[in-house]
């Protein structure tokens, strides 16, 4: 199995939602911080929400507030990303991503982690 395995993507019309999961190997299971992350088409890629897997504390970016909530399964190591009240701008390839650098805080700046997975499209329509 690859370290990272997204699945969940697909597509929604706006107000809608989508769950999408994260599957970690035993390689990943212990990584400190695990986030979700999306790039549109002609976009640079922007962190959306991430959880520190030592006490639960979760980050989110300003777009998605409120909006989305990211979760992991302790026993499984499994991360789900909930997205409601989806917008036509939150279509993108969504990507699961992960680093082992502990801290309890897990930025959402996408050059701090390195180890990703293949990613899962969204679509929104209006």
């Known amino acids: 199995r690859a370290v990272l395995e997204e699945s969940g993507g697909g597509s929604v019309q706006a107000g809608g939602s989508l769950r999408l999961s994260c599957a970690v190997s035993?390689?990943?299971?212990?990584?400190?911080?695990l986030g979700w992350f999306r790039q549109a088409p002609g976009k640079e890629r922007e962190g959306v929400a991430t959880?520190?897997?030592?006490?639960?504390?979760?980050y989110y970016s300003e777009s998605v507030k409120d909006r989305f909530t990211i979760s992991r399964d302790s026993a499984t190591g499994t991360v789900y990303l909930q997205m409601t009240s989806l917008k036509p701008e939150d279509a993108a390839m969504y990507y699961c991503?992960?680093?082992?650098?502990?801290?309890?805080?897990?930025?959402?700046?996408?050059?701090?982690?390195?180890?990703w997975g293949q990613g899962t499209q969204v679509t929104v329509s209006s």
């Open positions: 991503a992960g680093r082992f650098v502990p801290g309890g805080y897990c930025p959402l700046e996408r050059d701090k982690y390195n180890y």
């Open positions: 035993e390689f990943t299971f212990a990584l400190a911080c």
């Open positions: 959880i520190y897997t030592g006490d639960g504390n979760t």
